[in-house]
């Protein structure tokens, strides 16, 4: 049976309460958690292959910090030779902002069909639905969007957004809305027809948009990084051409592009480079290119100087990956647009449950893997403070965090607790206490081994 997603209707649930949706079907928490730890493996190896990776984690951190520190400067310098390019600026203060400059765009072209290749972007500021609202038909031509968007869902994750659905779901949604074969299920086969099928799109798109993952301010240049080629498509194709980029993309120069483009996809899919890094620097002859460059209240972050470290985030999905929550509960469990830990620390201002500061273990995991060195971990501690400061505890916290601060404040109540806790685990079978584990124990990747203690036990993995 195709999962049902639990995004948009049911979106003032706390993250507690959409995780117990998705962790119902135990066949799918376990796959889905080990394909993206597949993800996480991959992604090893593509780090240890590289001596220098440690040094390109601190550069990556270095060159972010420094141009958000000079973040106006460089927005003027990419503005000035963008223009001087023959590219046309639009500056947005909001998501509102943002479509608004699109429709008009789109509207004085006279444009009815718009090919995008993927952008979290675009999906933050909800864009599909604006412009659908208004005549205008939008494909996305990214496979993995393509699925969603068929489904009527949004991303689950920002690289791979369909890895919650099983390959059979897409079989049938590909023979519902494609016509393909019923009961088909082969990749190779989906792929094909979703290629032909967007194949058509191309060719009679009146406009292509895409994200920008990088903005080059001494070039005056976007990059654009996928795996399918659909960008080029799109960009290449049609005459008019639109770019939105948050202004936490931009960069001085194409070294320091450069860099970021030696972890962006290891961190990512553990592939070397993204199959496709295309630099757009000026229109097609005779055609236009625009850039809309967007802030939605990435400005209002910079003041937090432990929040700004978010806006270092390249969006490679690495701690998305590794997060033992995210694996386990699902995308759609998090009341916002992008989800796991980099989805917490950008957007736990906006859940107005106050819960997935709380969709975390603290464990660190997503800190150690990132290709910029963000501090998510911290980041999100940070933002739990803040929520307790605000008064705006989730429902049950605000009753027992007081009675858990004075508990932890506590040397003597503390080490009691410590020993009951090391006596149950030499003692008790582990059948009695896998129950209260939940998901997290299920389906952990380093199980306890037979006959051993869990003090040997720690002692060897507590540096994994």
């Not at 992604?43 to 106006?72: C, F, M, V, Y």
């Not at 947005?92 to 995008?116: F, P, Q, T, W, Y």
Request: proline letters at 5%; one cysteine or more; hydrophobic letters at 40%.
């Amino acid at each position: 049976m195709a999962y049902q997603h639990n995004h948009g209707a049911t979106g003032s649930q706390v993250h507690a309460h959409k995780a117990d949706i998705f962790c119902r079907d135990e066949t799918r928490v376990d796959w889905h958690s080990k394909a993206l730890w597949v993800l996480r493996e991959k992604r090893d190896r593509a780090a240890g292959s590289l001596p220098e990776w440690e040094q390109l984690r601190q550069l990556g951190s270095e060159i972010k910090l420094h141009t958000l520190t000079n973040l106006a400067q460089y927005l003027e310098t990419f503005e000035q030779n963008c223009l001087a390019n023959g590219i046309k600026v639009h500056w947005a203060k909001d998501g509102a902002e943002h479509n608004r400059i699109v429709h008009e765009i789109l509207a004085s072209h006279k444009v009815k069909k718009l090919v995008k290749s993927k952008s979290m972007l675009t999906e933050e500021c909800h864009l599909n639905p604006y412009l659908e609202q208004r005549g205008i038909e939008v494909i996305d031509t990214d496979l993995g969007e393509r699925i969603i968007q068929l489904a009527k869902m949004p991303p689950s994750h920002i690289v791979v957004p369909a890895i919650h659905m099983k390959k059979e779901e897409v079989g049938d949604l590909f023979h519902e809305k494609l016509g393909t074969k019923a009961g088909a299920a082969d990749p190779l086969y989906l792929t094909r027809a979703a290629r032909a099928h967007l194949r058509e799109k191309f060719l009679s798109a009146d406009a292509a948009m895409t994200g920008v993952n990088m903005a080059i301010a001494d070039k005056g240049a976007v990059v654009v990084c996928t795996n399918e080629g659909n960008a080029d498509m799109g960009a290449n194709l049609p005459k008019l051409q639109l770019h939105s980029m948050g202004i936490d993309k931009i960069v001085p120069d194409i070294d320091s592009a450069a860099v970021l483009l030696r972890t962006l996809a290891r961190n990512a899919t553990g592939q070397p480079v993204t199959t496709y890094s295309a630099f757009y620097r000026g229109p097609q002859v005779d055609g236009e290119m625009h850039v809309i460059i967007v802030d939605n209240g990435r400005t209002e972050m910079m003041k937090d100087k432990i929040l700004a470290e978010s806006l270092k985030c390249i969006r490679c999905g690495g701690c998305l990956n590794t997060c033992p929550v995210y694996r386990r509960s699902g995308g759609y469990s998090y009341n916002y647009t992008i989800p796991g830990p980099i989805g917490i620390a950008v957007g736990a201002k906006h859940d107005d449950t106050n819960s997935i500061a709380w969709a975390c273990t603290l464990c660190g995991s997503c800190t150690y893997v990132c290709p910029t060195k963000v501090p998510l971990d911290k980041i999100i501690h940070h933002h739990r403070r803040l929520k307790a400061e605000a008064g705006q505890l989730p429902y049950g916290k605000n009753g027992y965090m007081p009675l858990v601060g004075k508990f932890m404040a506590s040397t003597t109540l503390l080490n009691c607790s410590m020993g009951a806790a090391r006596t149950a685990l030499r003692i008790l079978p582990g059948s009695l206490l896998k129950p209260f584990s939940g998901a997290w124990g299920k389906y952990r990747e380093l199980p306890v081994a037979p006959n051993s203690s869990f003090e040997a036990w720690f002692k060897k993995h507590r540096s994994l």
